[in-house]
């Protein structure tokens, strides 16, 4: 069983950063595809950005691209959201996930394991 906790969520000013960041227990950690989504109150939950394990291949929803960055560190067991520029819309628990490669990583059903989530805030 993987467990992943997120920590680093909270209230930030519009045009302020936080780094969010997720630690997993799973021995087979650097095998994996890791992804962070995020749930606004009555929205469905939305794909945020993607790496792959050898931490090349990035990929990020339109929304948030040229202003957070996900990086993961193997050795760690740790993958991180880097949050510049925020803004009002950005307020949503945000999710870790992890999983064996599969697909584009964009698609939540690609993920076997999902952390608990972190409340980001940005007020504006």
């Known amino acids: 069983q993987v467990q992943l906790v997120e920590s680093g969520g909270g209230l930030v000013q519009a045009g302020g950063s936080l780094r969010l960041s997720c630690a997993a227990s799973?021995?087979?950690?650097?095998?994996?595809?890791l992804g962070w989504f995020r749930q606004a109150p009555g929205k469905e939950r939305e794909f945020v950005a993607t790496i792959r394990w050898n931490g090349v291949g990035t990929n990020y929803a339109d929304s948030v691209k040229g202003r957070f960055t996900i990086s993961r560190d193997n050795a760690k067991k740790t993958v991180y959201l880097q949050m510049n520029s925020l803004k009002s819309e950005d307020t949503a628990v945000y999710y870790c996930?992890?999983?064996?490669?599969?697909?584009?990583?964009?698609?939540?059903?690609?993920?076997?394991?999902w952390g608990q989530g972190t409340q980001v805030t940005v007020s504006s």
């Open positions: 996930a992890a999983g064996p490669p599969r697909g584009t990583g964009w698609g939540t059903s690609e993920y076997a394991y």
């Open positions: 799973a021995r087979t950690f650097s095998s994996y595809t």
